[in-house]
């Protein structure tokens, strides 16, 4: 019965060793917002605000009350100490561009009319536009279509 025990253990143990792990690390992150008023022009920037953040652990771990003792609290393998802190800061900037399509729109048409205007001065194109056909003759439909 014994043996049996035993050889069950030893099972156990070389099919545990067996198993692979796998470690997975996921992103992690941060938001932050800044509900605010500002007066910016046009191109311009402005900081909105800094958020500076820490933190700092300790941990001790050993036998109670051993590390009181004068000679046997400071074994290195009866008590364990270990600190750490992090610190970060966060710059928020606000970057303005302002785009008025209206006005870019009839700045393109303005140059595009002044364009075919010195085209047609230096007799590039024709003084009158050929004005557009009605219907889409019969030979230029056939071009289109095709049987697939």
Same mark, same amino acid.
């Not at 545990?16 to 792990?21: K, L």
């Not at 047609?120 to 009158?128: H, Q, V």
């Given at each position: ?12 143990? $070389?099919a545990? $060793?067996?198993?692979?792990?796998q470690?997975v ?5 941060q938001?932050?917002s ?5 007066n910016?022009?046009?191109? =311009? ?9 820490? $933190? ?7 036998i ?8 046997? =609290? ?5 008590t ?9 800061e966060?710059?928020i900037y606000?970057?303005?561009r ?7 729109d009839r700045?393109?048409f ?9 085209k047609?001065? $230096? ?6 536009e050929?004005?557009?056909?009605a219907?889409?003759?019969?030979a230029?439909?056939?071009s289109?279509?095709?049987e697939?």
């Open positions: 019965m014994y043996g049996k025990s035993l050889l069950t253990f030893i099972l156990l143990i $070389a545990a $060793a067996q198993v692979d792990a470690v690390i996921l992103p992690s992150g938001i932050t800044v509900g605010t008023t500002v910016v022009p046009d191109g =311009g920037f402005v900081l909105l605000g800094n958020v500076r953040y820490g $933190a700092e652990g300790a941990i001790y771990r050993g109670p009350g051993l590390s009181y003792l004068p000679i046997v =609290g400071v074994a290195p393998l009866l364990h100490r270990a600190l750490s802190s992090q610190k970060g966060t710059q606000l970057g303005v302002i785009h008025d399509f209206e006005s870019l700045a393109t303005l140059k595009g009319q002044q364009i075919l205007q010195a047609r001065a $230096a007799g590039l194109l024709p003084a009158e050929k004005p557009l056909p219907r889409i003759p019969s230029l439909k056939r289109f279509s095709s697939r």
